[in-house]
């Protein structure tokens, strides 16, 4: 029985032994241990510009396009172009049978015969008339019926010209056929285009604003286009003041050069300003904290921290605008560290060999001290097991 206890009390003073050798390893900090003052980063306010956009959707058009419309009805007897096809200003389209070109026709020769007998009859009568065989009156009637053959003429010639006109279609304008209903056999009607020229080079994107939007567009201001991966710029050229009553927004326009990849009727994203402010003093957004609301940075001088109310503007992804509150030659303190606060001593990173602790070198750390522990432990067993 004796014997046991013996044995009992002297594992307990190894275990004993173990344990102050574990705690002698790694002794705990004390009091009179001085802590390194955080390593910081600095920057000085800088000037420059911060621009905000709203992203809206928009859709292309051409910045010229016509809708060919026949001016007489009729059966289409040929066509020329195809969807697709470039053609040229004045070039044919197609042939419409008006079935009025050869009643213009007919009519202008009658008025073509009957001028010549008119002007035929004039010119013998100016010889009598030159002799005294005629009196004045009797030529006066003459040369009166002369002037209206040759009106009767000029209108019959004027309408053959028209008709001809109508069943001949032709390009008002250079361009590529956007779309067509043209068929051989298939009746033109002046109430319908029978096709769609879009203008060649630049070509217009449209989109609408809602009234709050409305006042941040204007006539002259460029755009950001976006399509594919690629960017374009475009120059408002019309805003609608009147609301589109079907969908109660407000229609506006921009130009944008085209190199032929935008395709009418695809739709794009753009951009516009919705603020901006242009020459004005801007830090790096994440040295800006709050407190209740109210903004504020730390500043670095001579060795100490100070926190520092501003008064902020807008700001985008990196900058953000200071109001007040700073100078150009205050050094504002970038990088985050829990002993930051009124006053607090800190260095310079980069000074003395001094380095900004980051959250993955104290993760190192900790990880380095947990690993030390485990093997000081795994010693201090060993040592137990040699001793019993």
């Known amino acids: 029985m004796k014997k046991s ?5 002297g594992a307990v003073v190894v275990v004993a032994a173990g344990a102050a050798a574990v705690s002698g390893l790694k002794p705990k900090n004390t009091e009179n241990e001085t802590v390194a003052p955080p390593a910081v980063r600095v920057e000085n306010p800088s000037n420059g510009t911060i621009e905000l956009f709203r992203s809206l959707i928009g859709t292309i058009e051409p910045a010229d396009q016509v809708y060919v419309i026949p001016k007489a009805a009729g059966e289409i007897t040929a066509v020329y172009v195809n969807p697709g096809d470039y053609v040229e200003e004045g070039q044919l ?26 002007q035929t009859n004039l010119e013998r009568m100016k010889v009598l008339y030159a002799s005294g065989d005629i009196s004045a ?3 006066e009637q003459v040369e009166s019926a002369a002037k209206g053959a040759q ?36 009746m033109a009607s002046s109430a319908s285009p029978l096709c769609v020229i879009a203008g060649e080079g630049a070509k217009s994107v449209s989109f609408s604003v809602t009234e709050a939007v409305l006042d941040q567009v ?20 019309e805003v609608n003041t009147m609301v589109d009553a079907a969908t109660g927004l407000f229609k506006v326009k921009a130009t944008v050069e085209d190199n032929g990849s935008l395709i009418s009727g695809s ?51 990196e900058k953000m605008q200071i109001l007040s509150g700073l100078s150009a030659d205050n050094e504002v303190i970038t990088t985050w560290d829990p002993e930051l606060y009124e006053g607090a001593p800190a260095v310079l990173a980069g000074e003395t060999g001094t380095t900004v602790e980051t959250a993955e070198t104290v993760e190192t750390a900790e990880t380095a001290e947990t690993v030390e522990t485990t093997e000081t432990t795994e010693t201090t067993e060993v040592q137990t097991t040699a001793a019993n």
């Open 218 to 237: 204007h006539v002259g201001e460029q755009i950001k286009i976006e399509k594919n991966g690629s960017d374009y710029v475009g120059t408002v050229t």
């Open 151 to 186: 009106i009767a003429y000029d209108s019959a010639k004027l309408a053959y010209d028209n008709q001809v006109e109508f069943s001949s279609i032709t390009a008002t304008i250079a361009g590529k056929i956007e779309s067509s209903s043209m068929e051989v056999h298939g």
């Open 267 to 317: 739709s794009v994203k753009l951009y516009i300003t919705s603020d901006k402010a242009e020459n004005v003093m801007t830090i790096p957004v994440d040295a800006v904290y709050y407190s209740n609301g109210e903004p504020y940075v730390y500043t670095y001088d001579n060795g100490t921290v100070h926190k520092v109310t501003v008064e902020t503007g807008i700001s985008d992804d």
């Open 5 to 9: 206890v013996k044995i009992a009390i």
């Open 93 to 118: 389209l197609c042939e419409i049978d008006t079935k009025q070109v050869d009643g213009a026709k007919l009519q202008l020769e009658s008025a073509e015969i009957q001028l010549k007998d008119a």
């Open 137 to 139: 009156q009797s030529y």
